[in-house]
């Protein structure tokens, strides 16, 4: 492996060990109870070194979920490639989640999970940063559409339906699991719930069907 790639892997080793301390820290005692400081102490790091890898507080939690923001444009890149247009692609994708139990889409009990998307949803500054996360996530996902939907407003509006569908499905799962609901439970209603919401996009944006 070259030395760009080794300083490169060291780097993701930093992040997720640094996000992995916050986090703990985090949920152990609260967000606003922990500061940056404790934090930089904890990973045995200087407190200018920590910002230069997470700018604010906030980033060391939604460090967890950042590969997840270009998710759906990725999707969509790949299926065209096999011949596969966006909506089936995204659907088939959110149902291979839910079959993994990948946490992103709420369906997963862990108890780590659950604590994590604890802190995420009950720490405002938090909530308010995932509103940011998902223009993003709109965005990339908007470019990703443009062999359908050339003109860049209706790319945009069908991103944003997309991204609040996912959104939504994967919070009213996670909603349930919160509730005490077992996966297994679940897994049923959150398989229907896509089939019909998928359904619902793909009569409304035919050129994505």
């Known amino acids: ?5 080794l300083r490169e892997r060291k ?3 930093m992040y997720e060990a640094v996000s992995d301390i ?17 934090v930089a102490a ?34 969509v ?10 909506l089936p692609a995204l659907r088939r994708h959110f149902l291979a989640g839910l079959a993994a139990a990948d946490p992103v889409t709420g369906l997963n009990d ?16 938090l909530v308010a940063r995932l509103y940011g996360y ?8 908007a470019d990703a559409l443009v062999d359908e939907l050339p003109d860049a407003l209706d790319a945009r509006l069908a991103a944003g339906q997309i991204v609040a569908v996912r959104r939504i499905l994967a919070e009213e ?7 005490g609901e077992r996966v297994e439970d679940v897994r049923g209603d959150a398989e229907a719930a896509v089939e019909r919401a998928f359904a619902v996009l793909a009569a409304g944006l035919p050129r994505l069907g």
């Not at 070194?49 to 939690?61: A, I, N, Q, S």
């Not at 799962?173 to 509730?179: F, L, T, V």
């Open 42 to 75: 904890a990973a045995e790091i200087s407190k200018p070194t920590l910002f230069r890898y997470f700018p604010t507080k906030e980033d060391l939690v939604l460090h967890r979920i950042a590969d997840h923001e270009q998710e759906a444009a990725r999707v």
């Open 11 to 13: 780097r993701q080793r």
């Open 134 to 141: 998902l223009e993003r996530s709109e965005g990339a996902l």
């Open 22 to 38: 916050a986090v703990r820290l985090f949920i152990e005692r609260g967000f606003d109870a922990v500061s940056v400081a404790e």
């Open 173 to 179: 799962n996670w909603r349930r699991i919160a509730e």
């Open 77 to 86: 890149t790949a299926a065209r490639a096999e011949g596969v247009t966006p």
């Open 110 to 125: 862990h108890p780590h999970v659950r604590a994590f998307y604890a802190l995420l949803y009950g720490t405002p500054s």
């Open 1 to 5: 492996m070259s030395e760009t790639g």
